[in-house]
């Protein structure tokens, strides 16, 4: 579809009056379903192709007068774009972006709401407090450069905080399946992601930009070496522009271990959860291996009416420990 409308612009231009903000539309639509190929498959080049036609959109104005038609399923879709963009650069920890968008995504519902007087205003608003405390929330902890300069912080494995395993007995155990739940009562989130949830699934990827924005070549590690340099999230051959993502998939670098496929769960059911881990153990490999992540909220007891079964329980444990070491 978006090869289409590129070599048939000026026909639909003239014969069909083809608006700016319907091929920011199909391109949208695109972004959604490589961020959704990217949840289904956990592999990171299928985000990079999200955020470049996300990108598109914005660099080059396609809602840019959704405003001016006068349709509030227009400014809806508008938001929800914004929206799932901001998603698409967190998880990518492009954070300088986030704030922009964050700002242009508060102004834009101000506006939705000012000239529509929508009954969904309090949802967006909603929404919008939401990802300002997500974000806050990730930045509770700032590690300073040597100049005083902010750094992101990259949770993803890459070649410089992910040693070689050494090979024991007859071959590797791997990770294959992950589920990560999260059901705590209050949770910081954005959507059905929470905070800790966010964190973890990218402890679990290794890092699309391991290249480390280009430098390798003031990183003594042979490790790095043959790894294509990477613009912005891109293969350096790749843009976002209108041939956004004509590159597909094909152009994601060398050959290397695919990431665990992941499920997220966010307050699921016990049937929900019981039937993706029943999918998770049906799925991994003989040498393969699941991990269950979960938060949740614990049960707290006085510590004054339980404090000699808190010692007992301890002791116990100790003991059982030291005969296992002997």
Request: aromatic share 10%; with cysteine; charged share 25%.
């Amino acid at each position: 579809m978006w090869k289409f409308q590129q070599q048939h612009r000026q026909k639909l231009d003239e014969l069909y009056g083809l608006k700016r903000w319907q091929i920011g539309e199909v391109a949208s639509k695109i972004g959604q379903l490589y961020h959704l190929y990217y949840l289904r498959s956990s592999e990171l080049h299928y985000l990079t192709e999200s955020f470049a036609f996300f990108s598109a959109i914005r660099t080059r104005g396609y809602y840019s007068k959704a405003s001016k038609e006068e349709r509030p399923d227009l400014m809806v879709k508008k938001l929800r774009y914004y929206a799932r963009f901001i998603l698409v650069c967190l998880l990518l920890r492009k954070m300088k972006l986030v704030h922009e968008l964050l700002r242009e995504f508060s102004k834009q519902v101000e506006e939705y709401t000012a000239v529509y007087d929508p009954e969904d205003q309090s949802e967006w608003d909603m929404v919008v407090q939401e990802i300002r405390e997500f974000v806050e929330g990730e930045a509770l902890l700032n590690v300073l450069n040597p100049d005083s300069t902010a750094t992101v912080l990259k949770h993803r494995l890459s070649p410089l905080n992910n040693p070689q395993v050494e090979k024991c007995g007859s071959g590797y155990m791997q990770l294959s399946e992950v589920l990560i739940v999260g059901n705590c009562y209050e949770q910081t989130r954005f959507s059905e992601l929470s905070l800790d949830m966010y964190r973890m699934l990218q402890t679990l990827e290794r890092d699309p930009l391991d290249t480390l924005h280009g430098s390798t070549t003031s990183v003594p590690n042979s490790r790095l070496s043959g790894l294509g340099s990477l613009e912005n999230g891109l293969p350096a051959s790749g843009h976002a522009n209108d041939e956004a993502g004509s590159n597909g998939a094909s152009g994601c670098g060398p050959t290397r271990p695919h990431n665990p496929h992941k499920y997220l769960l966010y307050k699921p059911t016990f049937s929900q959860f019981n039937t993706v881990i029943a999918a998770a153990f049906k799925d991994v490999s003989a040498t393969g291996a699941v991990l269950l992540y979960i938060s949740a909220d614990g049960i707290r007891t006085p510590t004054a009416k339980y404090g000699d079964e808190r010692k007992r329980f301890l002791t116990c444990f100790t003991e059982l420990l030291l005969i296992s070491a002997g």
